[in-house]
């Protein structure tokens, strides 16, 4: 966690209920409780989308794939030759940020971009052999994460999660 958002739990608005409440599972950071209540959504769901993101960085970093770029690769990886644009749409994801990260992922010789066929404008993605070769390796740490995530979680207890975050994506853009 960021020193600020400590700062937040602790001299901000949660602060005085949480100091209030029976917590549990208190996190420290740099040796110091951070007292979070229990019952707070947007807390548990922050900590645990921080604590992803955080393994998963770690995890794809030694293959050169920053975190996030695991999902152009999918994408890739099912269909190659996509544009920034058709990537952007099957990810929920603006263009620009699509087309910023292939830049990067250029860089890295993950893919590569081709003129589109027809009109100049456009650019097709392609996976180069490096970034083809990477499909089972990140296949690998992505179930590894998924297992270390999930590990104290029986069969329908996975379900459940899996079924929780599927209805809260739906909630926030069925509007």
């Not at 599972?25 to 807390?43: C, I, L, M």
């Not at 604590?51 to 890739?76: K, N, Y």
């Not at 297992?147 to 979680?153: D, G, K, P, V």
Request: proline share 5%; glycine share 6%; net charge positive.
């Amino acid at each position: 966690m960021s020193a600020s958002f400590v700062k937040f739990l602790a001299f901000g608005p949660y602060a005085e209920r949480a100091m209030a409440e029976d917590l549990s599972d208190e996190p420290q950071v740099a040796g110091q409780t951070v007292r979070v209540p229990k019952d707070d959504f947007q807390t548990a769901f922050w900590g645990a989308k921080h604590a992803l993101s955080v393994a998963t960085a770690a995890a794809f970093s030694r293959h050169g794939v920053h975190e996030g770029q695991q999902f152009i690769l999918r994408c890739l990886w099912t269909t190659d030759g996509l544009t920034p644009g058709e990537v952007a749409r099957q990810l929920g994801l603006a263009t620009p940020t699509v087309t910023r990260a292939a830049t990067r992922m250029e860089a890295a010789g993950l893919l590569r971009r081709e003129p589109y066929p027809g009109d100049r404008r456009l650019v097709r993605l392609r996976l180069t052999d490096r970034g083809r070769s990477l499909e089972r390796v990140i296949a690998e740490e992505t179930d590894l994460l998924t297992e270390r995530a999930l590990a104290t979680l029986d069969p329908a207890g996975r379900e459940a999660v899996i079924r929780a975050l599927r209805t809260i994506r739906q909630n926030l853009t069925s509007r």
